[in-house]
Nanobody, 115 residues
């Protein structure tokens, strides 16, 4: 069973930066998009950033200009560089890889932005 393993979350002060990483434990074929979602307390899970195998990226309006997604679909790795973090970015962040016949989710990594 393929798993997505995330790392890089933690506690950071407002204005700080974090880099999240995600890697699959085995090869995933027919990937067409990789991305990051987040779920804050009492909120629904929302898409934060995505990157296609062609390298096209998309971001939630709330993170545009502050977050950057990158990855390698052949290696099934995806990253989220986060700058100028705000308290409202506090959430559990989930890695997601979509393939032709399904998708995989990571276990989630907590990001807390607080002074």
């Amino acid at each position: 069973q393929v798993q997505l393993v995330e790392s890089g979350g933690g506690l950071v002060q407002p204005g700080g930066s974090l880099r999240l990483s995600c890697a699959a434990t085995a090869s995933i074929s027919r990937v067409y998009v990789m991305g990051w979602y987040r779920q804050g307390s009492g909120n629904q899970r929302e898409l934060v950033a995505s990157i296609t195998t062609a390298g096209s990226t998309d971001y939630a309006d709330s993170v545009k200009g502050r977050f950057a997604s990158s990855g390698n679909s052949a290696r099934n790795t995806v990253y989220l560089q986060m700058h100028n973090l705000k308290p409202e970015d506090t959430a559990v962040y989930y890695c997601n890889i979509k393939r032709q016949y399904g998708e995989y989710w990571g276990q989630g990594t907590q990001v807390t932005v607080s002074s």
